[in-house]
């Protein structure tokens, strides 16, 4: 009897995944609890397993796009065929050999690679080695190799010659195929654009009262929490305050039903070698300045390593994206779906402001806050970025609540 292996919900606002790399051949026996596949989203890969014993058939190839509850393959269940050798340490050793070359086989000997990157690599002439593996533990994948493949001076200058050829007034260009975590970035950009009415608001704000907080608290607050206080604590605290004062923000659109959410997990945006992922702070409203900074720290140390998971990933109200790290002055972020808000930070500049009737130098930040005006009027749009600055300017109004 065979059983079907469908594409699993991902996530919120994800409708489809792509077939990442096929770690088991097609018509090979798998066992249940075996990893067979990587599926890729615009938000993570997530690998496969088998949930029963039997003969693997593929239902669609390396890259096919699917939907979300789309079979991507059948395990027609039954014992192992005759002569098929069962798992133990000398299989194993013998998979080991067939997958991975022998110390003696060259430079790539001691590379982890899916085998259908070895195979590309070995027809382009890659030096494994070189290549930075995007997979689970490190692992190189097929789509590693082919944007190493697209970055060789070969290539490049094959894309120039090809193009050169076309025509004699042709310009100098460099062509390669989109990574299937790219695609699925930009088609979620679009869509977020097509189904919400996104509007932006701007405003500034004087950095002085917080930097000097800092300034005067950081070494206190180190000794005590083993943490660096950052802007980005003083950001979702004053985000928190700004979604209690206007709850309209913190809602979200469900078909004809407005979503009221009375919880405060913030999402805050993370760029990473793979493209920009959002994991989320839990109860942002209960936890103090220390929790969110070690939550901040711990966050980043799994999208370095690779090591974010799904349930990170899920459940935010709003989102908070910092540009002003990139050197970003001004910009109009793009919603989060289904979220009804997000706040775009910036670059810290020393400007000429009017203070009390006389010009004077301060630290400014200029703020923007995106949010759906479906569900957002512009005067509770307006409302919330100024009780963002009201508390980032007067950052005791957290402490003392008020």
């Not at 599926?39 to 693997?56: H, P, Q, Y």
């Not at 796009?65 to 069962?86: C, M, W």
């Not at 076309?166 to 975590?181: E, H, Y």
Request: charged letters at 25%; glycine letters at 10%; one cysteine or more.
């Amino acid at each position: 009897m065979a059983h079907e292996i469908k594409i699993p919900s991902v996530g919120e606002s994800i409708a489809s995944a792509t077939i990442g790399t096929w770690h088991k051949a097609d018509g090979a026996y798998v066992k249940a609890g075996e990893m067979i596949l990587t599926i890729e989203t615009d938000k993570i890969s997530t690998e496969l397993e088998a949930d029963r014993s039997g003969i693997l058939h593929h239902l669609a190839a390396e890259g096919d796009e699917l939907a979300i509850g789309a079979p991507v393959a059948s395990i027609e269940e039954g014992e192992a065929p005759a002569g098929e050798e069962t798992f133990s340490e000398s299989s194993a050793a013998k998979t080991s050999a067939d997958e991975e070359p022998s110390h003696g086989g060259g430079a790539d000997a001691d590379v982890k690679a899916t085998p259908v990157a070895k195979k590309i690599a070995e027809g382009e002439g890659i030096d494994l080695t070189q290549v930075t593996g995007t997979g689970s533990g490190g692992k190189i994948t097929k789509a590693d190799v082919l944007e190493a493949a697209a970055k060789t001076p070969e290539s490049q200058s094959a894309a120039v010659s090809q193009g050169a050829a076309a025509s004699d007034t042709a310009k100098p260009v460099i062509r390669r195929k989109m990574t299937p975590l790219r695609r699925k970035i930009a088609t979620h950009l679009v869509n977020a654009q097509h189904e919400a009415a996104i509007l932006t608001t701007f405003n500034e704000c004087d950095m002085s009262g917080v930097m000097e907080l800092r300034k005067r608290l950081q070494d206190d607050f180190v000794a005590r929490h083993g943490v660096k206080l950052g802007f980005m604590s003083f950001f979702i605290k004053a985000v928190v305050e700004g979604l209690r004062s206007v709850p309209s923000v913190n809602a979200r659109i469900e078909g004809d039903e407005i979503v009221e959410q009375h919880y405060f997990d913030i999402g805050v945006a993370v760029g990473t070698e793979k493209g920009l992922i959002v994991p989320v702070l839990r109860d942002c409203e209960r936890k103090s300045f220390a929790e969110i900074e070690k939550d901040i720290i711990d966050y980043a140390g799994k999208a370095r390593d690779g090591k974010i998971g799904l349930p990170d990933l899920q459940g935010g109200v709003f989102t908070i994206t910092n540009g002003g790290i990139y050197g970003s002055l001004l910009s109009t972020p793009i919603l989060n779906p289904p979220q009804s808000g997000i706040l775009g930070m910036h670059s810290i500049q020393q400007r000429p402001v009017a203070v009390n009737g006389q010009v004077v130098i301060r630290p400014m930040m200029y703020l923007a806050l995106s949010y759906d005006h479906r569900l957002v009027d512009g005067k509770e749009a307006v409302t919330f970025l100024v009780k963002v600055k009201q508390c980032i300017e007067n950052p005791e109004r957290m402490l003392l609540g008020v």
